[in-house]
């Protein structure tokens, strides 16, 4: 089972690398990136024509430890239709995570573990971010944690206040309904 998922985090963080680069270290200020709106807490924007077309949802951490010794912290939902990619779930934890360790992504009574990648997470399987979105929706706090390179463990919460209607508008913005 472990070979098995580290095989899906292989596959997977080759797309969701790709995914981090094109949206640059900071979505917010991502080279040509267009804002559709602020939805309480969050923020959606869209890159690029309709046959390249990249929407996504951000929000910064309402509370995160070790801030001061961290770069940009984030989380983001994706869509990329031409390569029929919807709903990715990806943390930027302003640090490099320490190797062979995962993140522990909580939103009320559910959790799911994310595989790491330099400073990046990501769920295991396509099915994790359908459901994480859909709590994410219901819900009001999530909470991320993870463990640095240098052995520091991080908490992050995030207010999920405005994360529907974000979602709708990037949603309406990747022609998904």
């Not at 797309?15 to 640059?24: F, N, P, S």
């Not at 869209?46 to 996504?56: E, L, P, Q, S």
């Amino acid at each position: 089972m472990k070979i098995r998922n580290y095989l899906s985090a292989a596959l997977l963080s080759g797309v969701a690398l790709a995914a981090t680069i094109a949206i640059d270290a900071t979505p917010a200020h991502a080279q040509d990136a267009k804002l559709i709106g602020r939805f309480g807490d969050w923020e959606a924007y869209t890159r690029g024509g309709k046959a390249d077309r990249f929407c996504y949802i951000v929000s910064k951490p309402k509370e995160a430890s070790l801030r001061s010794r961290r770069g940009d912290i984030f989380l983001l939902i994706w869509h990329r239709p031409a390569k029929d990619e919807f709903d990715v779930v990806q943390v930027d934890a302003g640090y490099s995570f320490k190797k062979e360790t995962e993140v522990e992504l909580k939103i009320g009574g559910n959790e799911w573990s994310l595989f790491t990648r330099d400073g990046n997470a990501w769920t295991y399987r396509g099915d994790d971010d359908a459901n994480i979105v859909q709590a994410m929706r219901k819900g009001s706090r999530m909470t991320v944690k993870g463990m640095s390179s240098r052995n520091n463990p991080t908490t992050d919460s995030y207010s999920l206040k405005g994360v529907t209607a974000a979602h709708r508008a990037m949603n309406k913005a990747c022609g998904r309904s």
